[in-house]
T-cell receptor
């Protein structure tokens, strides 16, 4: 399987705990994106990387959120001091990074539940 | 800003019925347009796309035409199947922009 993979698929945590999600993009895709999807809504953009550089961050990405892509391959998204409002599906996507209009390929998502 | 408005759901159809899901957009530039599908318990899958005005995207019997004059990208299928039951998202992507902007999704249920 050469698609985008995410780990874990599900995470239950208690309010105030830190969580970290991992995304492995399609091999040789230079761009990597994080989105958040809450029930009944479409995905909302959080941030994206071109190789290891984080090029854009949404205002949705509060100080408690941090994303990294240290070697330009996999990426991690960490949420510190989780709140119940952080409960959502976190989606990762990747694209080649060489074109003008690029299709973004999505992973299966990590579903987070904060109790 | 950029936004996508989709027809509200849920939509319930009988098998072999004709499907239309409306999508209109507002964009500050010249976007490319996409339809994604999300089956229960799965991630988003690209269904079809169009990158310029009057282009028609098509896949698996679904079609959508990029209408710049009406800023629309309506999804159609002539004869739906039970297996088409899913949530459908319309989205736009601006040239060289990092982010896609999505609509809120339309849930389709097809009954035998």
């Amino acid at each position: 399987d050469t698609g985008v993979s995410q780990d874990p698929r599900h995470k239950i945590t208690k309010r105030g705990q830190n969580v970290t999600f991992r995304c492995d993009p399609i091999s040789e895709h230079n761009r990597l994106y994080w989105y958040r999807q809450t029930l009944g809504q479409g995905p909302e953009f959080l941030t994206y990387f071109q190789n290891e550089a984080q090029l854009e961050k949404s205002r949705l990405l509060s100080d408690r959120f941090s994303a990294e892509r240290p070697k330009g391959s996999f990426s991690t998204l960490e949420i510190q001091r989780t709140e119940q409002g952080d409960s959502a599906m976190y989606l990762c996507a990747s694209s080649p990074g060489t074109g003008v209009w690029e299709t973004q390929y999505f992973g299966p998502g990590t579903r987070l539940l904060v109790l | 800003g950029n936004s996508v408005t989709q027809m509200e759901g849920p939509v319930t159809l009988s098998e072999e019925a004709f499907l239309t899901i409306n999508c209109t957009y507002t964009a500050t530039g010249y976007p490319s347009l996409f339809w994604y599908v999300q089956y229960p318990g799965e991630g988003l899958q690209l269904l079809l796309k169009a990158t310029k005005a009057d282009d028609k995207g098509s896949n698996k019997g679904f079609e959508a035409t990029y209408r710049k004059e009406t800023t629309s990208f309506h999804l159609e299928k002539g004869s739906v199947q039970v297996s088409d039951s899913a949530v459908y998202f319309c989205a736009l992507l601006l040239t060289n922009a990092g982010k896609s902007t999505f609509g809120d999704g339309t849930t389709l249920t097809v009954k035998p």
